[in-house]
């Protein structure tokens, strides 16, 4: 079984912890994984992952899964900038050698995969995401008249599943972002973040979900653009990150698996 220590703090001003899974087996070299969890940036908590944090340490890996700020106390760029700040205190503490970067992966669910994307573009560390959102800017002028909504069914009367997906992408990304201006929203898409440091990446969505797909693809061929590698598994279904995560957790630890050998 796992060995758990839970909150270690790693931002005494903000007060933000992470939860550590170690594994039992300690005879192997060290691979360690940062597990960013979901909530659209204003709900969830490192303690939804617990399930997950103890299946990816009796896999191997020494597991980290942060908290981070939420809107709309706290907008854009507050989780972002936890992320990194979570980063470099993971490089500087008791728990990694100085030689520890290279065995570092990640696993960014939902809005934690758009945060795992940012972080893989400044640190090269092998990445999955689970239903990353990656658009805001290009997609709200697309949905203009769409009213933002975390209850749209109850709120609205919405029935349609797209539509009551459509309201809830809007009302999560106004609430982390802040404001609808368009200049924000264009800093909060992945396709700006800093990607020279990129390394593996797969991304995981469902074929129809709250991610839109079209713009999974329009952000790979930007990366493409770039000449980065990404491997995309495109799943059928309707389901969003952890709805599936967990069933595809052996495909997305076979990937990150692979990446480490390849960097020894």
């Known amino acids: 079984m796992a060995v758990i220590k839970n909150n270690i703090i790693f931002d005494k001003g903000n007060n933000l912890a992470a939860d550590i899974y170690f594994p039992n ?12 969890h979901g909530g659209g940036w204003f709900r969830g908590d490192k ?5 997950i944090g103890v299946r990816l340490a009796n896999a191997g890996f020494m ?32 728990f990694t050698d100085k030689d520890d970067q ?4 990640q696993i960014g669910s939902s809005s934690g995969g758009t945060m795992a994307l940012y972080i893989a573009g400044k640190y090269g560390f092998p990445t999955v995401t689970w239903s990353s959102p990656v658009d805001y800017s290009k997609w709200m002028k697309k949905h203009e008249n769409v009213k933002p909504s ?59 979900e709250l991610t839109p797909l079209p713009t999974v693809l329009d952000f790979v061929q ?3 653009d770039q000449n ?19 069933d ?17």
């Open 150 to 208: 975390y209850e749209a069914k109850e709120e609205l009367g919405l029935n349609n599943r797209h539509d009551i997906n459509n309201s809830f992408y809007k009302y999560f990304a106004l609430t982390y972002a802040g404001s609808s201006d368009q200049k924000i929203l264009q800093k909060l898409d992945a396709a700006s973040y800093d990607y020279k440091n990129l390394q593996q990446l797969m991304m995981i969505n469902s074929a129809d």
């Open 63 to 94: 597991t980290f899964v942060p908290n981070y700020r939420l809107a709309p106390k706290n907008i854009f760029p507050a989780a972002h900038k936890d992320a990194l700040n979570f980063v470099k205190w993971l490089l500087d503490s008791k």
């Open 47 to 51: 303690s939804s992952a617990k399930a």
């Open 248 to 264: 595809y957790l052996d495909e997305s630890l076979d990937f990150l698996y692979q990446t480490i050998k390849r960097q020894k």
């Open 222 to 224: 930007t990366l493409a």
């Open 228 to 246: 980065h590698e990404v491997e995309l598994l495109v799943i059928k279904g309707k389901r969003h990150a952890m709805d599936y995560g967990p």
């Open 25 to 36: 087996d300690t005879s192997s070299e060290t691979k360690i994984l940062i597990f960013w």
């Open 102 to 105: 290279k065995n570092i992966v």
